[in-house]
């Protein structure tokens, strides 16, 4: 093959993320024929955790794309051909091979097929013989079929087909169908010889209307003659049954229109990419860790008042203040406070793993799938960088441009189901993490203020946390804090 000569190069699939195993080629921007040089791009795909670009490491002109757009492949097969020395000669056509070969076959047709030889057939066939196609072997299955007992002529009134078939090899097919001679029920001329109302219960003939059905042109199948829903969901169907042998198979036409109903009204979508990704690690993550979870319910009214004020700050200006900004910051003050639930479970070093950092991750719902990237070192960044660095990662996630390395080392993560009108939620962990929290909606409620009865905005909070690292108490400490810093947000400077 060309490829393998030392002129023409492979580019294989690199493992863009941290031992990912496969990549879809979700678009490419070269051609055969076009010239590429070292670091162009020419493709992007999508990983289980990111859509990245793929530069070529080499110059040299394309020769061949190994697999179409939408096509996933395996890390390390080789996914593009390029000629690196384009003025040294014309590529082999990759086609030719196969062209000469199907040309040289054709004279070497057995004497047997002389007469399909004659005919363009063989021609439409590639030049392979012509009986493996059918041109030998449709004679001699029906030729068997006059061997039968043939029934006598009261047995298939066959819709103004002759009663005598001719005798020829393969005109005897539409008389064999007339062998179960009381299977015809269904009445199809009247004694003045008029169609007569086919049998059909009232709601068998609303379904036909609307679909827009003659009940005439349906093969019944139910008893004494009587059209199913079953027979006019068949009739409706793209590719019906042919109605030369409507009596011989009543069961395989049950059997193919049972699917029917389903037709036009169901999708299927391969499962990859982040789906596949994100199926994997939650179905992991549920059987691995396990889980408990805890609620809250909190007055958040002077946190929502504090949002609206940092609106206003000239220190804020242009970066993205909203309530998850102070959710975020209160669940790393939490975490400053009890720092023994950031921490990872070593299954196979049997170790507990306390980190002095948080890499605080944020569940995003992208066209892409949910994806949830991280912010590296959150723990030490001020409000205004905590704010720059959420802005900059919801974006970042919406174009689809989040790198992988961008979503490994979590360590703990908020999801805010908030946004969707949802209270609350029982949140899976992220596999390797120790804590997820759960934002709820924020809403206005009675609640008693001052000993008073008063409106005012209530959210609920939702953690979930391996319990291998976090017992019951650490658990209870750390949503208690998160709570206590939204219901007085004073506390962001009292406690830092």
């Known amino acids: 093959m060309a490829a393998t000569d030392q002129r023409f190069r492979e580019f294989k699939m690199p493992d863009v993320g941290e031992g990912l195993t496969e990549a879809e080629i979700l678009k490419w921007y070269v051609a055969p024929g076009d010239r590429v040089a070292d670091g162009q791009v020419v493709c992007e795909v999508e990983t289980a955790k990111a859509a990245v670009e793929l530069p070529i490491p080499f110059d040299g002109v394309v020769h061949e794309l190994r697999f179409g757009e939408g096509t996933t492949v395996d890390v390390g097969t080789a996914i593009i051909s390029v000629d690196t020395q384009p003025g040294a000669g014309d590529a082999p056509a990759p086609a030719a091979a196969p062209a000469e070969p199907a040309e040289a076959a054709a004279p070497a047709e057995p004497a047997g097929a002389a007469e399909p030889a004659e005919t363009p057939e063989p021609a439409e066939n590639g030049g392979r013989q012509a009986n493996l196609v059918g041109y030998g072997v449709a004679p001699s299955s029906t030729k068997r079929r006059p061997r039968k007992p043939r029934p006598g002529a009261p047995a298939a009134p066959a819709r103004g087909v002759p009663a005598q078939p001719l005798p020829a090899a393969g005109a005897p097919a539409p008389a064999a169908p007339a062998a179960p001679a009381p299977a015809p029920p269904r009445p199809e001329l009247n004694g003045h010889g008029k169609a007569a109302r086919p049998l059909a219960k009232p709601p068998v003939r609303k379904l036909a209307k609307d679909l827009g059905i003659d009940l005439t042109t349906v093969t019944p199948t139910g008893p004494d003659g009587t059209i199913t829903r079953e027979d006019v969901h068949a009739a409706a169907a793209p590719a019906p049954a042919a109605v030369a042998e409507p009596v011989a198979q009543p069961a395989v036409a049950e059997a193919e229109a049972a699917p029917a109903p389903a037709v036009g009204r169901e999708r299927r979508v391969p499962i990859k990419g982040v789906r596949k990704a994100t199926a994997q690690a939650m179905v992991s993550s549920a059987f691995t860790a396990p889980h408990v979870t805890e609620f809250i319910t909190v007055d958040v009214t002077r946190t929502m008042k504090l949002v609206a004020d940092l609106k206003q700050d000239p220190d804020m200006a242009g970066l993205r203040v909203n309530p998850l900004l102070l959710v975020a910051k209160a669940f790393l003050v939490a975490i400053r406070r009890n720092p023994e639930i950031n921490a990872a479970w070593d299954d196979g070093a049997q170790e507990i793993v306390y980190k002095d950092y948080v890499n605080l991750g944020i569940a995003a719902a992208t066209p892409r799938g ?62 390797g993490e120790s804590a997820i929290l759960a934002f709820g909606a924020v809403k206005l409620q009675p609640w008693v203020h001052k000993g008073k009865v008063k409106p005012r905005q209530v959210t609920t909070l939702a953690l979930s946390f391996d319990h291998r690292l976090v017992d019951g108490e650490l658990g209870s400490k750390v949503l208690a804090d998160i709570a206590a810093v939204l219901e007085q947000p004073k506390r962001l400077i009292t406690w830092a």
């Open 370 to 431: 949910l994806i949830v990237p991280n912010i590296k070192d959150a723990g030490s960044l001020t409000l205004p960088e905590l704010a720059s660095a959420l802005g900059e990662l919801v974006s970042t996630a919406r174009e689809g441009k989040t790198s992988p390395a961008a979503m490994s080392g979590g360590t703990v993560t908020i999801t805010n189901v908030g946004v969707f009108g949802v209270d609350t939620g029982t949140p899976i962990l992220n596999p």
